[in-house]
Each structure stands twice: as C-alpha cells, then as structure tokens.
C-alpha cells in the first residue's frame, strides 16, 4: 500500500488514472499467473501485481494509447517505491496476444474495457541470487538534440528473422 501511495501521485491525463493493480499473493495462483505471459522461468515469485489499463475515462480513439502510457508512469513509480522499501521487483512484459489475453481472463475477472498492461512479481531479493544482465543503450543512442532527420539506428535493431 505504501508503494501503491505513491504510484498513485504519478501524472495521468486529466487525473484519470485509468489503470488498476491487482495484487496477488497465493502462491499457487502467482504460479499460475506468472506462466502465463512466458518469460518468468527461474523466478520464484511470492507475490505478482497484474497491471489493469481500462479505456472507461475516455471517448475518443486518439485516446488508445493513455491507459497505457499513464499505467507505465504509475508502474515507474510503484517500482521505484518498493525499491526504498527493501522490496524487488522483475518486470514481466505482457506478450497481448489472444490466447494469453483469453487465458489471463479465465482466472481474474477483467472488464470489457479492461485489458493487462503488464505484470511485475514482488518479494525480497535472495541474498545469494544473481541478476542477468542486459546492457543497457548508450544515452547517444537514446537522445538527438535539434534533429530534422533521426540517426541511422540499425545497429540497435533487433533480428526478428529469427
């Protein structure tokens, strides 16, 4: 609640806030969730958040991409404060693709215009546990100040011929 206390000062447009979290700690059902989306192998998690975008605030398709941008903001936030509480956290990126999505509906209730932004699994760190490792973009790579025309960034592509 305390990390949530402060996710919840993040800016939204017009103060919507068209997210919710939805925090889970059974541990069978965290289980359960986290297999879902792929991509938490190797992790034990004891408590998961499912991250809810809902499009109810707004009426306009140029809007489609708010409760989505304003979750990411709270998200930055929520996890930066469970940092300062001594928590972990592990982003797990949602694949939105519709076997998931219909999987993901079959256990937690979502509203029609309701929709998983992410997850993120909570706990505190094992003292004995290693962190991989990704480099991250040099800020020239991520910056261009004045530009008419964006830098060739082929470099920094991915091959997904693969």
């Not at 447009?13 to 069978?28: I, V």
């Not at 989505?68 to 939105?96: Q, Y």
């Not at 993901?104 to 003292?127: C, N, Q, S, T, W």
């Not at 290693?130 to 991915?158: C, G, M, Q, T």
Request: proline share 6%; net charge negative; with cysteine.
């Amino acid at each position: 609640k305390k990390a949530m206390a402060i996710a919840a000062l993040s800016p939204s447009a017009c103060n919507r806030q068209p997210f919710h979290f939805l925090f889970y700690d059974d541990k069978d059902f965290v289980q359960e969730l986290a297999r879902i989306p792929g991509g938490a192998a190797g992790f034990t998690l004891p408590s998961v958040v499912v991250v809810i975008g809902r499009y109810r605030a707004f009426f306009d398709e140029r809007d489609a991409a708010v409760p989505v941008i304003d979750s990411s903001l709270a998200v930055m936030s929520f996890l930066f404060a469970c940092e300062t509480l001594g928590l972990s956290t592990v982003c797990i990126n949602w694949p939105n693709l519709p076997d998931r999505d219909m999987r993901i509906r079959k256990l937690i209730h979502l509203e029609e215009d309701e929709f998983v932004v992410m997850l993120i699994g909570i706990g505190y760190a094992d003292p004995a546990g290693k962190i991989p490792f990704s480099a991250k973009h040099d800020v020239d790579a991520l910056i261009s100040y004045n530009a008419r025309v964006r830098p060739d960034l082929s470099e920094n592509r991915l091959d997904l011929s693969k």
